[in-house]
């Protein structure tokens, strides 16, 4: 079992949604990641596991460029999206941002009525039209698994929801701008397990029409939703490949410590 | 988080000391099993065929650790497939628990029988499976490749004699039909030890598995053909029992 040198990472089968090549990111002098080249396949749940503070929320950040709103980061390297640099200073941020969307560990609905939360990406593309925003409401709401809990109460205070519906409610905004990439950043830290269970669920039942990303901290989370899974550390992607392989039996050493709970 | 994590080593290496015991409980009860069928002794037979409550309860035992452990502890990579080998390897050693008592009815059914022949093989193969047994387990504690290596290469010796006493014994029923009882008897025991042999190079695949994570028969002798009849008459010579 290797435990120094970082171990090739091997192009997963299929289409490939998202990949990196020599990517780096700096805040001011701190190498936050580390020459992170991977390929994310399209349609298929991928986790990033690994202790606090080794880089797995920043490698996320970046496929939507969330690191630029952080003044002293920095990006080297490369970071495509169907084949084309996200870094590139042609690429249109915001047009990015609809293509990859986020969810993230605390559900932050708007103050306003779970319609309006999701009609609120939508308007702000101009779409108007009552009809039309009434219909993306009821798809996005029935892709996140909500709509059958607040189809009667849907101009009540998104507020008044549960932890996991509000959860399921940043999905559904998500949802609403037709994103092709969802990022989940920790979704269920702050889920009981019956929310996280549906959350879980919806996860999977996503990956038909969507390429995810999850963050997670719970590796039994990773083992049960995800096909491929990275394991960061101190920066570095250590180990990235079939998630049953790296629960199974995997091949750095670090790894194995890791997910045996021998530290982090 | 170390003290849990510390607690939990524990409890593996308890669960492979259990594991441990079980086997050479059975081993001795094979042996036993053997001495009784050669040396005509029915109170050793007995007291192997008693024993196999105390086998099939450490079979039980073992397996609800396993089960507390995954359900309490959520194994991954390493201790995962550790559970998951002692799991499949108690029943491995049960099952040659099981055929212990086999032969130790054997052993009653011949007590007043006196054999054609002074037996030589079947306690041959009796001390080989017996060897087999304690290598593959001490290759589990010792997560030893080499045994692993050496419990299968044993086991061709096993197929060989199996085949060879097969022939033997049919052509001796063939020659002398007034000792056909004992020779089906015979026969049955060489062939519950070859299928011991089989259950023990399962337990060294594990052990392999174990060790590398990689699933994979390490014995492909096992679907070889077996030599046709003719071959193993041609060269069987004299019939040994």
């Known amino acids: 079992m290797s435990s120094d040198a970082n171990l090739p990472i091997k192009k997963p089968e299929g289409e490939i949604k998202l990949e990196t090549h020599d990517l780096s990111l700096y805040y001011d002098g701190f190498h936050a990641l580390k020459n992170i080249s991977v390929y994310i396949p399209a349609r ?4 990033l596991i690994g202790p606090s503070g080794c880089g797995k929320s920043s490698f996320l950040r970046c496929f939507n460029r969330m690191n630029d709103l952080i003044q002293s980061a920095r990006v080297t390297g ?16 915001a047009a990015l941002r609809k ?30 039209e009552r009809s039309a ?49 969802l990022l989940m950043d920790e ?33 039994y989370q990773a ?42 | 988080m170390r003290r849990t994590r510390q607690a939990f080593e524990e409890q593996l290496e308890q669960l492979e000391r259990h594991l441990l015991e079980m086997g050479t409980f059975v081993e001795s009860m094979l042996e036993k099993a053997g001495r009784a069928l050669c040396q005509h002794d029915v109170n050793l037979a007995r007291e192997t065929i008693a024993a196999d409550d105390t086998a099939d309860q450490m079979d039980l035992q073992i397996e609800q650790e396993c089960m507390r452990l995954l359900a309490l502890q959520q194994p991954m990579s390493r201790d995962l497939r550790t559970i998951g080998t002692v799991m499949k390897v108690i029943a491995d ?4 628990g099981d055929y212990s008592v086999d032969i130790a009815r054997a052993a009653i ?96 695949e594990r052990v392999a598995y174990m060790e590398t994570g990689r699933l994979e028969v390490l014995a492909p002798s096992h679907l070889a053909e077996a030599p046709s009849r003719a071959d193993a008459e041609g060269d069987s010579g004299p019939a040994q029992e």
Not at chain 2, 93 to 96: I, P
Request: charged fraction near 30%; proline fraction near 4%.
């Open chain 1, 44 to 47: 298929r749940i991928t986790a």
């Open chain 1, 99 to 128: 293509r990859v969307g986020m969810v993230f560990q605390t559900p932050n609905p708007f103050p306003m009525s779970i319609y309006d939360n999701v009609a609120y990406g939508p308007r702000l593309h101009g779409i108007r």
């Open chain 1, 78 to 93: 490369e970071v495509l999206i169907d084949g084309a640099n996200v870094y590139d200073r042609t690429t249109d941020v």
């Open chain 1, 223 to 264: 083992s049960r939703v995800s096909q491929y899974t990275g394991f960061f550390l101190l920066g570095d992607l250590i180990e990235y490949g079939d998630t049953v392989q790296i629960f199974e039996n995997p091949k750095d050493q670090r790894t194995d410590d890791y997910v045996r709970g021998r530290f982090g």
């Open chain 2, 93 to 96: 050693v049960e099952r040659v």
């Open chain 1, 187 to 219: 979704p269920c830290s702050a889920l009981d397990p019956t929310a996280t269970f549906k959350i879980e669920e919806l996860m999977i039942e996503l990956m038909e029409n969507y390429t995810i990303v999850i963050v997670t901290h719970n590796m």
């Open chain 2, 109 to 204: 059914d011949l007590a007043e029988t006196e054999y054609y022949k002074p037996l030589e093989d079947i306690p041959r193969m009796v001390e080989i499976v017996r060897r087999m047994l304690r290598q593959a387990l001490e290759a589990l504690v010792a997560r030893d490749l080499e045994l692993v290596r050496q419990v299968i290469e044993k086991d061709d010796e096993v197929d060989r004699l199996w085949y060879k006493l097969r022939g033997q014994l049919e052509q001796t029923m063939r020659e002398r039909p007034e000792i056909v009882q004992q020779a089906v008897a015979l026969l049955l025991v060489a062939r519950y030890l070859e299928r011991v042999a089989d259950h023990v190079v399962n337990i060294a």
């Open chain 1, 133 to 181: 925003l009434d219909e993306v409401v009821e798809k996005s709401l029935r892709g996140a698994a909500l709509w059958d809990e607040v189809k009667d109460t849907l101009r009540k205070s998104a507020l008044d929801l549960s932890g996991g519906q509000q959860q399921r409610l940043s999905i559904a905004r998500v949802l609403a701008v037709e994103p092709e990439v």
